[in-house]
């Protein structure tokens, strides 16, 4: 008899556990930690009409298309058209800037051989056209730099506006079906 009650505690033992974890995936509470379409672009959406999730999730489909319809932006596309244009504009100035103290150096000694030539001492000159030739190369390299970077800011504060407007157009559309958008 001992033996038999020992066989049932250990089935109940194994067999609680998995029975827990299958009630709770079962459960709302345990389904609601899913991050909804909503969510992922940065809105809370509260179904105030009791909308299950289910119902909640097709809703929030069928507006996200709608958004992207109308205002003709997809934030997912439109932040990763954003990252790309930025990246290539910071490895332009990169390509640009290579070297660009020491070819302005190279640039300047020439230039300075010559004039210095010209005056009577080629070296002097060389020494000087080097030096200001070194200086004129890091100013356009810090130049491209403030460009990129300029640039970098405009296409993410365009980026922002354009999600801000999807924002506004799917949030109108799930409140129009008794949802609550903040």
């Known amino acids: ?32 930690q899913q991050k909804t379409l909503g969510a992922s672009i940065g809105l809370a959406v509260f179904p105030s009409a009791g909308q299950t999730q289910t119902v909640q999730s097709q809703d929030e489909a069928a507006c996200y298309q709608w958004a992207v319809k109308n205002t003709g932006v997809d934030p997912f596309q439109a932040q990763k058209t954003a990252n790309e244009r930025t990246a290539s504009a910071q490895q332009q100035a990169a390509n640009a800037n290579a070297g660009a103290g020491v070819g302005g150096a190279a640039r300047g000694a020439a230039g300075g051989a010559l004039i210095g030539g010209i005056a009577g001492d080629a070296g002097k000159g060389a020494a000087i056209g080097a030096a200001a030739g070194f200086v004129g190369g890091r100013m356009r390299k810090r130049h491209n730099e403030a460009q990129a970077e ?33």
């Open 1 to 32: 008899m001992k033996t038999k009650r020992k066989k049932i505690l250990v089935v109940a033992a194994v067999v609680a556990p998995v029975l827990l974890i299958a009630l709770l995936s079962n459960d709302p509470s345990a389904q609601a």
């Open 150 to 182: 300029e640039y970098t800011q405009n296409v993410q504060n365009a980026t922002a506006a354009q999600i801000d407007t999807f924002k506004k157009a799917f949030s109108a559309c799930l409140e129009s079906k008794k949802y609550i958008v903040k």
